[in-house]
């Protein structure tokens, strides 16, 4: 079944300790990105990658990572995580830059709440 | 800048009504449009897309949308509402050059 998937679903941690939420898809697409979904305020990007080894900041990328060795694969990091950083985040690919018309899938989420 | 409006934060109807989500853009070429749909603890799906052609597109589930260039909108409709589309939908504007930008939006209640 083509799908992204991201774990964990829910994550509950400390103020600056480092945490890795991990993505990965099997539809091998070029695209992937990284959004927050903030109450009132959409879904806003933090990163995202046109493909191996290509990555470049999204809207918000402050106090976030991301990395993407394999295709498959765009984890996003939190180095020292911080209460304004509590969110649903949301992992997303698509065969091509979405802005060009490729739509995009979405995994499930990440409820990440930092205390 | 580019932009895009949902005006309705939150849309009440009841079963088997009529619904309609408006979305309305700000860009300066024609821009690619879409509807997804967050159904609650779930990821973002895709209802539909316009690119061209038909400005009447259907979707998924029985939704549809019409392009409107001269009012720069894009607004999604249901004609008989059932229970299970309680969910919220964002509509998303983009182009080949801009990123794609997603509207803020609206979640929609069905009563019984």
């Known amino acids: 079944e083509a799908q992204v998937t991201q774990n964990p679903r829910y994550l509950i941690t400390v103020t600056g300790k480092k945490l890795t939420v991990t993505c990965s898809q099997n539809?091998?697409?070029?695209?992937m990105s990284w959004y927050r979904q903030d109450p009132g305020l959409g879904l806003r990007q933090i990163y995202y990658s046109m493909n191996v080894e290509v990555t470049d900041k999204g809207d918000v990328p402050e106090g976030y990572k991301v990395s993407r060795k394999e295709k498959r694969n765009f984890p996003l990091i939190l180095e020292s995580p911080s209460p304004n950083q509590t969110s649903l985040y949301f992992c997303?690919?698509?065969?091509?830059?979405?802005?060009?018309?490729?739509?995009?899938?979405f995994g499930n989420g990440t409820r990440l709440t930092v205390t | 800048a580019q932009s895009v409006t949902q005006p309705d934060i939150h849309i009440t109807v009841s079963e088997g009504a009529s619904l309609e989500l408006r979305c309305n853009y700000s860009?300066?070429?024609?821009?690619?449009l879409f509807w997804y749909v967050q159904s609650p603890g779930q990821g973002l799906q895709l209802l539909l897309k316009?690119?061209?052609?038909?400005?009447l597109v259907q979707g998924i589930k029985g939704f549809e949308a019409e392009f409107k260039r001269s009012q720069s909108s894009f607004n999604l409709r249901k004609p008989s509402v059932h229970w299970s589309d309680a969910a919220e939908y964002f509509c998303?504007?983009?182009?080949?050059?801009?990123?794609?930008?997603f509207g803020t939006g609206t979640r929609l209640q069905v009563f019984p």
């Open positions: 860009y300066g070429a024609t821009p690619y």
């Open positions: 998303a504007v983009g182009n080949n050059t801009d990123k794609l930008i």
């Open positions: 316009y690119f061209s052609g038909d400005t």
């Open positions: 539809m091998n697409h070029e695209y």
């Open positions: 997303a690919s698509s065969l091509t830059y979405p802005q060009g018309g490729s739509p995009l899938h």
